[in-house]
């Protein structure tokens, strides 16, 4: 099979310029001796023992590639006696030699010397097919690129999972270890398209505005709610903020969408309920992660000789999917136990990730694809104050028409006092939680977060929810009756 002895080509050298592949060629430049090279007339590049070369791209092929079958599949022969092959059959993948010269970048010449070496050991490989006559190495063997398995990545998440849910929910550093792992540089990663991973908000991008919906099932409340929406439609105070998808019991984030459709169909209100949907604008520059075109990351540019790119390549397939994995549907009754994990990514995200982030762009679970769920963590959550001269009063209402083309009419009246000035009253937010929310007397540095929202006050709609629609997949349920002597072992 061979044309020469192995121990021949097992002793020749080659040097860094008789290698095109980049990583392998750097790797000799800076590990090589300065032997001459058996491929040119070159003396002073320094130069790899051609079994040393034959060595890593046996690790890379057993790594990225997989040997195909030197017979044709049942199909293949069940096509052949159907006479629709027109009687050929072409063995999948590239020839062994053209492998290796492509993977290493180098001469046939070379890629046949290699091929030669490798062929001359006694290799163990992993092949899922049988070959009787053919070794792994034999000039006749054919080879194809495996697909990229992120499987280790999938039970690592898993895992991060069942030990939040099930072993332990605080101070565990096996899943701050995994979510590391999974979120490490994500910041440096591509995105098709001109996509970006990481988005900045606020003036001068492309992310001004949050659209923002409270339902209410009193009128009382809602009047309230529209007197004060920099407080009552804004994200609540920790005493009063539920566990979400993205935040635990008593830390409050900011909930939004890019638009009223979306926000509306994620409060999810009942029928005969109202619902206050208000426009905040971001006043601040804020970082978000873009967990929908995450999915669009782009192919990770690197080495097959790199023992570390596989995993990367891994890595980038497994956080294609981490936004569908995030967002999924969760049912009411499951939300305690389904949201631990996504409330943890969050947690990292906002706190112990580098860099940290403001908040996160998810897909919306309850609206369409023509938009998006925006939820910005606790310390970006702060809306501002509106500044009211001291000894305002605000006055809501609302009148009904009996004429139903007409509808309600929500108003709102600022009472100021006659005299000019504008001295704001910096207690007043205090003031009301502690009133309307029955707080305690809060103090007066009870928050320092800055100011990252405000909210039109001129943008503000009341929906009055009249019917729910679903947009559903119908599938017929199959019936039938046999008579018992059609079972088979009990067999359905």
Request: a negative charge; one cysteine or more; glycine letters at 6%.
């Amino acid at each position: 099979m061979q044309n020469q002895d192995p121990r021949n080509t097992e002793e020749k050298r080659i040097c860094a310029d008789c290698i095109n592949e980049e990583y392998l060629s750097d790797e000799i430049r800076n590990s090589g001796d300065a032997l001459p090279c058996s491929y040119c007339s070159g003396n002073g590049t320094p130069s790899w023992a051609l079994s040393e070369l034959a060595d890593r791209v046996h690790t890379a092929i057993q790594e990225h590639y997989q040997r195909t079958s030197d017979q044709p599949s049942a199909f293949d022969l069940a096509m052949s006696h159907a006479g629709l092959d027109h009687g050929t059959w072409y063995r999948e993948g590239s020839p062994i030699q053209e492998t290796i010269e492509e993977l290493a970048k180098v001469s046939g010449e070379v890629a046949e010397d290699i091929r030669a070496v490798l062929d001359s050991w006694d290799l163990e490989t992993d092949d899922s097919h049988h070959f009787e006559d053919e070794t792994p190495y034999d000039a006749e063997a054919h080879y194809e690129e495996k697909g990229i398995n992120p499987q280790e990545w999938e039970d690592q998440w898993q895992e991060f999972e069942f030990a939040l849910t099930e072993e332990s929910r605080f101070f565990n550093h096996g899943a701050a270890d995994i979510l590391s792992s999974v979120f490490a540089n994500i910041h440096t990663l591509p995105a098709v398209k001109g996509l970006e991973i990481i988005q900045e908000a606020g003036p001068g991008t492309s992310h001004t505005h949050i659209y923002r919906a409270r339902a209410f099932q009193s009128t009382e409340e809602l009047l309230e709610a529209i007197k004060r929406p920099d407080l009552l439609l804004g994200a609540p105070p920790p005493k009063m903020a539920t566990a979400g998808r993205m935040n635990a019991r008593g830390i409050s984030v900011f909930y939004g969408a890019s638009n009223p459709d979306i926000a509306l169909a994620e409060v999810r209100p009942p029928v005969g309920s109202k619902v206050a949907m208000a426009y905040f604008e971001i006043i601040e520059p804020l970082k978000l992660l873009n967990l929908i075109n995450l999915e669009q990351l782009d192919f990770i540019k690197g080495s097959l000789f790199d023992p570390s790119y596989g995993k990367e390549l891994e890595r980038a397939s497994f956080l294609r999917t981490l936004g569908n994995r995030l967002a999924r549907p969760v049912m009411p009754s499951d939300q305690d136990i389904d949201y631990i994990a996504t409330q943890a990514v969050a947690d990292y995200l906002a706190n112990y990730s580098s860099p940290t982030f403001d908040g996160i762009i998810f897909k919306s679970v309850q609206g369409t694809d023509d938009g998006y769920n925006i939820v910005l963590f606790h310390r970006a959550a702060r809306v501002e104050t509106i500044a009211l001269p001291k000894g305002a009063e605000i006055d809501s209402g609302l009148s009904s028409s009996s004429e139903e083309e007409l509808g309600d009419h929500y108003s709102v009246v600022e009472w100021v006092p006659e005299e000019k000035g504008t001295d704001t009253a910096r207690k007043d937010p205090i003031a009301f939680y502690s009133t309307f929310l029955k707080f305690t007397e809060l103090p007066d540095n009870f928050d320092q977060r800055a100011n990252t929202l405000r909210v039109d006050t001129s943008k503000i709609d009341i929906h009055s929810v009249k019917a729910a629609k679903f947009e559903t997949r119908k599938r017929p349920v199959e019936r039938m009756r046999i008579a018992n002597k059609d079972l088979r072992n009990g067999d359905f």
